[in-house]
């Protein structure tokens, strides 16, 4: 079973616990099905069609910084047709210096973002997460129709977007 799944099945039956389902019988099937263990609170971004069956990604558990404002931590729902992987990520909505941070596991991601700017397929991901985090209302909506919106909040349209990638923790 890979790794994510061994962490969503604890939460896949207590989810059905509390709906009132036998998790023994609705695992023995094979396991459970990554769109069955959708945690409270996801919100969904993007669901497509994929090889082998449904692709999903979505934001969820959002927490403010106790210290510092307009800095979130996020839970980032990846989501294949036979595999989850959860991430957790940080967010700066700072129209100064917006950021999504993220990681594969092996490196971390530093993103600096250019809401109201061009997206593109290589940034579209992370002004969706930005968005649905920063600007909850606006969550799902294509990016790319969101330049107006950014700029009355305060969000120039001119900043560099670029990418650091450093080392992160050894598992």
């Given at each position: 079973m ?10 896949a ?10 998790p023994?019988?609705w695992?023995?099937g094979g396991g459970?099905r990554?769109?069955?263990a959708?945690?409270p609170?996801l919100?969904?971004l993007e669901?497509?069609?994929?090889l ?12 403010a910084?106790r ?7 996020i839970k ?10 959860v991430r957790?990520?940080?967010i700066?909505?700072?129209?100064a210096?917006?950021?999504r ?5 092996a ?11 061009a997206?593109t397929?290589?940034?579209?991901i ?6 649905a ?5 606006q ?7 969101l330049?107006?919106?950014a700029?009355?909040l305060?969000y120039s349209?001119?900043?560099r977007?670029?990418?650091?990638i ?5 598992r």
């Amino acid at each position: 079973m890979p790794t994510a799944l061994r962490w969503v099945l604890p939460l896949a039956c207590a989810a059905a616990l509390a709906a009132g389902t036998n998790p023994a019988a609705w695992a023995e099937g094979g396991g459970v099905r990554p769109e069955d263990a959708r945690p409270p609170g996801l919100i969904l971004l993007e669901e497509r069609p994929g090889l082998g069956g449904k692709q999903a990604i979505g934001v969820y558990g959002a927490v403010a910084d106790r210290d510092t404002p307009g800095l979130w931590r996020i839970k980032f729902w990846d989501e294949q047709p036979n595999d989850v992987k959860v991430r957790s990520e940080t967010i700066r909505c700072s129209p100064a210096a917006p950021m999504r941070v993220t990681s594969n596991g092996a490196y971390l991601f530093l993103r600096e973002l250019n809401p109201g700017g061009a997206i593109t397929p290589a940034n579209r991901i992370d002004h969706l997460v930005w968005w649905a985090t920063c600007f909850p209302e606006q969550a799902g909506k294509d990016p790319a129709g969101l330049a107006a919106l950014a700029r009355q909040l305060g969000y120039s349209g001119t900043l560099r977007e670029s990418e650091q990638i450093v080392p992160g923790r050894p598992r």
